[in-house]
């Protein structure tokens, strides 16, 4: 087992960098920083520029001074999908290894063209006395992939593995302190891109991603009150969900109302799954979390308790010239890479 490792979470807005070492008392987190992309560079989630991309990384690397070139790496957006899916049991080498000859029916990608990876969630039997087992499949275009190795590759690192960001998210931020029963549903609202995760006692039980994230309201900010992408930002900012005394304040209403409604409709969804379980709580992390009024909005409509998470308050930050308001402001933000990270260390 690697004593550190390093996770590289290129989003839509920004890349975050995290790296993670295991200390006695636990894992923590040596170093971390992010950087702002150029626009376009990366659209929903996926890499449309890659020379610029590993600038912008090669940047952040000197700046963050990780201390490793040996990475894992994340990826969410729509040419990745994540099914359940019910198969005969099998010892989890045999099924790794038989996977591509057993899924194609359950996905929209020819397998050939496919990365696999898969979940265990349950075993059972199934009414005519099988031993089956369920499984979450993850099957990602190879091209997709190779874009995100290809960007980390040119700024110089050497990409280990990949990983799907909501079980990153739900390494850094899966926690079971607070609940007995039921399942507990991680939502990272970054810039476009939403990764939904529930889980029980770690477990994953169901991933939605949603090309859908803050950049959404900025631009319905920016196109209802006229502003440059940077004034709809720092309006955004200063606008509250459920507020609308004002324009901009009824404008990211509207928008958290439409994309509360997707959330709900992809929990609806799991629940009508079967197997799923009673939910009991929701954590928000990414930079779209931090949007004023969003966690109340969310909270009366799912009728669930709602905060927004922070990987620093279980794994610590290590020689660092930040305070805990600091930690706690930026810590949401990169729950991807540390959990990426944290993958790395296992
Ligand atoms: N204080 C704030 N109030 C409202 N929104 C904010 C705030 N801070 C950041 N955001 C929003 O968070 C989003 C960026 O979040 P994040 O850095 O998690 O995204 P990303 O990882 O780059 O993209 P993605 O995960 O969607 O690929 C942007 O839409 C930004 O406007
Ligand atoms: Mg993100």
Redesign the pocket.
């Known amino acids: 087992m690697p004593s550190n490792a390093v996770g590289v979470?290129?989003?839509?807005?920004?890349?975050?960098v995290a790296e993670v070492k295991s200390a006695r008392g636990g894992e923590v987190v040596t170093n971390f920083g992010?950087v702002e992309?150029p626009q376009d560079a990366?659209r929903?989630?996926e890499i449309l520029d890659v020379p610029a991309v590993s600038s912008a990384l090669r940047e952040l690397l000197s700046s963050a001074k990780v201390g490793s070139k040996r990475v894992w790496l994340g990826v969410?957006?729509q040419r990745v999908v994540v099914r359940q899916v019910d198969l005969p049991w099998l010892e989890e080498k045999e099924l790794r290894q038989s996977l591509q000859y057993q899924v194609q029916e359950y996905i929209p990608i020819p397998v050939e063209d496919a990365e696999l990876d898969v979940h265990i969630v349950d075993e059972f039997t199934s009414d005519e006395g099988e031993r089956m087992q369920r499984l979450l499949l993850v099957a990602a275009h190879r091209d997709m992939v190779s874009a995100h190795v290809e960007a980390a590759t040119q700024a110089g690192l050497k990409p280990i593995g990949v990983d799907l960001?909501p079980f990153s998210v739900l390494r850094a931020m899966g926690d079971d302190r607070q609940f007995d029963q039921g399942s507990q549903v991680l939502i990272?609202?970054?810039?476009?891109?939403?990764?939904i995760i529930v889980h029980a006692h770690g477990v994953p039980s169901f991933v939605r991603i949603l090309v859908l994230?803050?950049?959404d309201?900025?631009r319905a900010l920016g196109a209802g009150l006229s502003l440059p992408p940077e004034e709809a930002?720092a309006a955004?900012?200063q606008a509250v969900v459920g507020a609308d005394s004002d324009t901009a304040g009824r404008i990211v209403t509207e928008q958290a109302d439409a994309f509360i409604d997707e959330v709900r409709s992809s929990l609806d969804y799991y629940q009508a799954q079967t197997g799923s379980t009673q939910l009991s709580g929701v954590v928000l992390?990414?930079?779209?979390?931090?949007?004023?009024g969003l966690t109340d909005r969310l909270a009366d409509t799912l009728r669930l308790p709602v905060e927004i998470g922070n990987p620093f308050d279980r794994y610590k930050a290590k020689n660092t010239v930040y305070g805990d308001d600091d930690l706690a402001r930026v810590g949401?933000?990169l729950a991807?890479a540390i959990g990426l990270a944290l993958g790395g260390l296992e």
């Open positions: 979470d290129i989003g839509t807005r920004t890349i975050a992010g992309l990366v929903e989630g969410a957006n960001n990272d609202v970054g810039a476009g891109v939403t990764n994230g803050g950049d309201m900025t930002e955004k900012r992390t990414g930079g779209g979390a931090a949007l004023p949401p933000s991807t």
